[in-house]
């Protein structure tokens, strides 16, 4: 059916998107900010544990290396989860993947709900490792099972839609630690293991949903499997626009392997999607921002904001984003992915010098501290803005199916890498630069902001061998080959060919 003759219904589309959302990247959000409720109340398990087994008296500085570790031991199971998300979605599928990765939601949850009684802080460093497992693989998957099932015109809001729902799950995570639900002394072992619920929520929900169409075709080379699926997703006969779309990409590749993140390291030919993937990756933890929902109290504390309302205004970071998403969701097909990345660095970067200002006349102006609040909100609403959506579209849009996985791989292992260094030498900053600590997150916003300005093209609304054309001009800039030559057309016209049969 040609395109525009036929509208469907994009409810099961949306429906499987909040499935894998909710026991996807809504479980990132969410254990980034569960465990800033009970920062005190496990620093004292971890002072009594050592106490009653060793007879041992923590130094202050001590118990907040372990608490150190227990939040930063997050981002480490995070990267072994991007380092196998590659090699389970090949074998697997996308949707198989994300009901597998459970396993280790289940297993971390368990850990965390029986630490208190088995007087065990290791229990909770080791849950904190599966669950963070579960989240690499589910950031890495889901954008990717995302971009590859919705329709080219939808394709950014709906991968988009990862952020919204990690800003959720963040705000999700605030609220249920709120010392009057899950975040008492009592009761933050029923927190740590909470994120137990939307897992069950998934595997309940998405068997009921279709495999990525890519997936079925180009990788199974299973023909009936993904017009299936494409009716299904888009509640209407398959357009052949579409179908032929997946068949050149389909073409292009055929006969190659997928390939393997060392493999792209040397491919000239994706030189500037992988520089570009590896520095807008690392961007999103070098800017500081998640690390503020690991260390929400300190932050607030050194902006002055008295202890009884910190709490409440750690909700509201998560709400900012969350808000920014949405409105970035709204924006990103009208405007673009490079002015919405571009403009959100710009922006955290413009807050960070006026919160380092606010910061130094603190001690001067008595109203100092609410500017220095004002400040934190508006740079995670710059954040939801752009970076926080637009990174986990790129690896999609940017690469083919067969690089696609490792070049999640490699974006999710930096992207976590930084979030360890970051949350491992966050407390540090903030003790040892005090009024300057955002310097030097401010400081890699205006790196990126100009690195995006000046190397990435636009993807928006592009088929892939339109955005592969513009990068072989950065790939072989200089070289006697000239733009990019569509590779293996009589392989592709024999496929559209059968796949007409099939419709």
């Not at 496990?42 to 907040?64: A, C, G, H």
């Not at 227990?70 to 981002?75: L, Q």
């Not at 199916?401 to 966050?426: D, E, H, K």
């Amino acid at each position: 059916m040609e395109q525009g003759a036929q509208k469907g219904s994009p409810v099961t589309l949306v429906l499987m998107v909040a499935s894998a959302a909710i026991g996807g990247t809504l479980q990132y959000g969410y254990n980034l900010a569960i465990m800033n409720a009970p920062t005190v109340f496990i620093q004292t398990f971890i002072n009594e544990t050592f106490l009653e087994r060793w007879d041992i008296q923590l130094e202050d500085y001590q118990v907040t290396v372990v608490w150190t570790i227990i939040v930063s031991i997050f981002s480490l199971g995070g990267f072994a989860g991007a380092l196998i998300a590659g090699p389970m979605t090949i074998r697997y599928g996308r949707k198989k993947c994300l009901l597998l990765n459970n396993v280790f939601l289940m297993s971390g949850a368990l850990l965390a709900l029986t630490s208190r009684a088995a007087k065990s802080f290791e229990m909770i460093i080791i849950s904190r490792v599966l669950i963070g497992i579960n989240a690499g693989i589910s950031m890495n998957v889901q954008p990717m099972y995302f971009g590859e099932s919705a329709p080219k015109h939808l394709r950014g809001a709906i991968a988009l839609s990862s952020a919204v729902f990690t800003a959720f799950g963040v705000v999700l995570g605030q609220v249920v630690g709120l010392r009057e639900i899950l975040g008492s002394e009592s009761c933050w072992q029923y927190l740590l293991a909470s994120n137990a619920i939307p897992g069950f929520i998934q595997l309940v929900t998405l068997p009921w949903f279709p495999e990525s169409p890519r997936y079925l075709l180009i990788d199974r080379g299973d023909e009936k499997a993904c017009i299936d699926a494409l009716r299904r997703l888009r509640g209407c006969e398959v357009q052949s626009s579409e179908l032929d779309e997946i068949l050149q990409e389909q073409a292009e590749i055929r006969g190659m392997r997928p390939s393997r993140p060392w493999d792209l390291f040397t491919d000239r030919s994706v030189r500037w999607q992988l520089i570009s993937v590896i520095v807008i990756s690392s961007a999103m933890q070098l800017c500081g921002n998640d690390s503020i929902y690991f260390y929400a109290s300190y932050v607030f504390k050194e902006a002055g904001i008295s202890e009884d309302q910190i709490q409440y205004a750690t909700i509201g970071t998560g709400t900012c984003e969350f808000t920014a998403c949405i409105m970035c969701n709204l924006l990103v097909e009208r405007k673009g992915r490079r002015f919405m990345l571009m403009g959100g660095f710009i922006l955290m970067t413009v807050w960070a010098v006026i919160f380092t200002v606010a910061l130094s006349f603190q001690s001067y102006i008595s109203w100092m501290p609410y500017l220095n609040m004002t400040c934190i909100f508006t740079y995670i609403l710059s954040f939801g803005m752009g970076p926080a959506g637009v990174t986990g579209i790129l690896p999609t849009e940017i690469f083919n199916q067969t690089a696609r996985p490792a070049a999640y791989m490699i974006a999710g292992s930096m992207m976590w890498l930084n979030l360890f260094f970051v949350g491992m030498i966050f407390p540090f900053i903030m003790s040892g630069l005090s009024d300057y600590c955002f310097v030097p997150f401010g400081a890699s916003c205006l790196l990126s902001a100009l690195f995006v300005g000046f190397f990435l093209p636009e993807t928006k609304g592009k088929s892939l061998s339109v955005i592969t054309s513009e990068f072989h001009k950065l790939n072989f800039r200089g070289a006697a080959d000239g733009g990019f030559k569509p590779q293996h057309q009589s392989q592709y016209h024999q496929g559209k060919v059968c796949l007409s049969t099939a419709l």
